[in-house]
């Protein structure tokens, strides 16, 4: 099976402005998650998507949003963005079972000027 | 109470040493132990889970150790070899929380040749 699959993998853009980003589960997997990765904080969860429903969210501020459509793929949205919005942001897919394994994408490294 | 904390911060050995790293966990309602491995520029790798009706588990060279009573878990290389220097992390997921782990501060393991 193909593994989790981010796009894109690098972004740099300035504040103020939004930016989208792409996540592919492992086929079959319902569930995605999105954290963020930064030096200062390591890894923070954001927030989980499964079958389309978000299910889970972590303490982030309402410029992050996310979204899952019908084929398990996932959109992550942060609007406004802020010089401390700079971080590697990565996906994680299950099947969205209780015990499941989560596997990550390689992630999208955001850099905010 | 959702805190892992994790220790040490870094870790120096040489090959064929064995690093221990530890986590300790406040919530009772964590039911699944894993732990990731991440390279520079990769997404975290599962490298290896334990639930608490065990109290050890190995696979390869890693081994899980994990104590209830105590709310602490480890995780043991064997015969550590300079490929694995790379930043280990533990996590906690329990409860309804499917999609959301709750990660530890991370490990800079350094094996020299």
């Known amino acids: 099976k193909a593994g989790v699959t981010q796009t894109p993998r690098y972004l740099i853009k300035t504040r103020g402005q939004q930016v989208t980003l792409s996540c592919s589960p492992i086929?079959?997997?319902?569930?995605v998650s999105w954290y963020q990765q930064t030096p200062g904080q390591g890894l923070q969860f954001l927030f989980e998507?499964?079958?389309?429903?978000?299910?889970n969210k972590g303490n982030f501020p309402g410029r992050f949003s996310g979204r899952q459509f019908s084929n398990s793929r996932s959109e992550m949205n942060v609007s406004t963005l802020e010089l401390g919005d700079s971080a590697l942001y990565l996906c994680?897919?299950?099947?969205?079972?209780?015990?499941?394994?989560?596997?990550f994408g390689p992630g999208t490294r955001l850099t905010v000027t | 109470q959702q805190q892992v904390k994790q220790s040490p911060q870094s870790l120096i050995v040489q090959k064929g040493g064995i690093p221990i790293i530890n986590c300790a966990y406040e919530?009772?309602?964590?039911?699944?132990f894993p732990w990731y491995q991440q390279f520079p520029g990769k997404g975290p790798a599962l490298l290896i889970a334990?639930?608490?009706?065990?109290s050890e588990k190995k696979e390869g060279r890693f081994t899980i150790s994990f104590n209830k009573s105590a709310k602490q878990f480890s995780l043991h290389i064997m015969d550590s070899q300079p490929g694995d220097s790379a930043t280990y992390f533990c996590?906690?997921?329990?409860?309804?929380?499917?999609?959301?782990?709750?990660f530890g501060q991370g490990t800079i393991l350094t094996v020299h040749p």
């Open positions: 334990i639930r608490p009706d065990v």
């Open positions: 994680a897919s299950s099947s969205g079972l209780a015990g499941n394994e989560q596997y």
């Open positions: 919530n009772t309602a964590f039911d699944y």
């Open positions: 996590a906690a997921r329990g409860g309804t929380s499917y999609g959301k782990l709750t």
């Open positions: 086929s079959g997997h319902r569930s």
């Open positions: 998507y499964f079958s389309e429903t978000q299910r």
